[in-house]
């Protein structure tokens, strides 16, 4: 059974940086696009970046993250740089079969998800 698992959140003051990783087993990693998407507590689920190639990212993190992956070990990466405080929720890797999308509901599998809390 397919299953994508998170890994590299954590606490880190403002200003600081961190490396979501995402290992994908049991599908054919290569096959799909990987999204990125994170929920803060009360708030609903919102994107955050996805692609490979060709990349997207939500206006309020672009030029500070950025979405990575490498085929041969199954796992997909969002680096994090100048965090905020406003950037704290749980974060999660989701793969899709389609093209690389902006909709959650368009993706196929989710991982547990990975806290990021930023201090100010």
């Known amino acids: 059974q397919a299953q994508l698992v998170e890994s590299g959140g954590g606490l880190v003051q403002a200003g600081g940086s961190l490396r979501l990783s995402c290992v994908a087993y049991g599908l054919a990693f290569s096959s799909y696009n990987m999204g990125w998407f994170r929920q803060a507590p009360g708030k609903e689920r919102e994107f955050v970046a996805a692609g490979d190639e060709v990349t997207m990212y939500s206006d309020s993190v672009k030029g500070r993250f950025t979405i990575s992956r490498d085929n041969a070990r199954g796992a997909a990466y969002l680096q994090m740089n100048d965090l905020k405080p406003e950037d704290t929720a749980v974060y999660y890797c989701?793969?899709?079969?389609?093209?690389?999308?902006?909709?959650?509901?368009?993706?196929?599998?989710w991982g547990q998800g990975t806290q990021v809390t930023v201090s100010s």
């Open positions: 989701a793969a899709t079969i389609g093209v690389a999308t902006m909709t959650p509901s368009r993706y196929d599998y």
